[in-house]
């Protein structure tokens, strides 16, 4: 019975696909689970465990140690928590009452919570707030931008790190790339519902072209989060 409505879940998800779900579910069924503590190589069994390849199950490990890597691994496993970032941090408390959430423990501008349609909430068509990940939250504040600047988000869409750096630039601008118009159109309307419209311009441009439209000395900072 689970075999079967896997299959008919597996039709509606993407078709064509229900012969993969079917072929290993009657697999599993006739020869049950493998025994993952039988693979002898430890990166091997950690490669199946986490679902990683096992060049960067090693890489990890090279880096960081066994332990570290491992705490790596298994955070992989565990579900995010819906993010936020609050654009006026005298509203922060308030903000949070209004939305039961937490405060972040990475980002001072952040909130998180278990789960929740934040985009549906009045505060984030009134741009009070706006989903962002708790670790890109803290690209802005290390540019250590003090207003003036001229800054290129080099692959910027959907723009929450453009507007984000937008809010601490006064008289300087954050010039934003993509190479789509729909996506550049996004980051504009992001930073219309964010108030920092004035502060963002976008432009249609391959990041790997930008000497060839913008002179050497045309920015003091540069982010690329390269896709």
Do not use: M
């Not at 993952?36 to 140690?65: F, H, M, Q, T």
């Not at 600047?149 to 453009?162: F, M, N, R, Y």
């Amino acid at each position: 019975a689970v075999d079967n409505e896997a299959v008919e879940l597996a039709k509606v998800r993407k078709k064509g696909s229900e012969k993969l779900v079917n072929a290993v579910l009657r697999r599993i069924l006739r020869e049950g689970w493998p025994d993952i503590a039988s693979i002898k190589r430890k990166n091997k069994r950690d490669s199946i465990a986490y679902s990683l390849p096992v060049w960067l199950v090693a890489k990890l490990k090279e880096e960081y140690g066994e332990e570290r890597a491992q705490a790596i691994f298994e955070s992989l496993l565990v579900r995010n928590k819906a993010s936020i970032r609050v654009t006026d941090l005298g509203r922060k408390e308030e903000i949070q009452v209004l939305l039961e959430a937490s405060a972040s423990s990475l980002s001072v501008s952040g909130l998180v919570k278990e789960q929740g349609h934040f985009a549906g909430h009045d505060l984030f068509s009134e741009g009070a707030i706006t989903i962002q990940d708790e670790s890109s939250q803290l690209v802005a504040p290390t540019l250590d931008l003090q207003g003036d600047e001229q800054v290129l988000d080099a692959c910027a869409a959907p723009g929450g790190k453009t507007a984000h750096i937008a809010s601490y630039l006064t008289t300087g601008q954050v010039t934003a790339l993509d190479l789509y118009d729909h996506k550049l159109d996004l980051i504009q309307e992001n930073a219309q519902r964010l108030g920092v419209a004035d502060r963002v311009q976008t432009q249609k441009l391959d990041a790997r072209k930008v000497h060839e439209f913008f002179g050497q000395d045309s920015f003091e900072k540069i982010l690329v989060d390269a896709p």
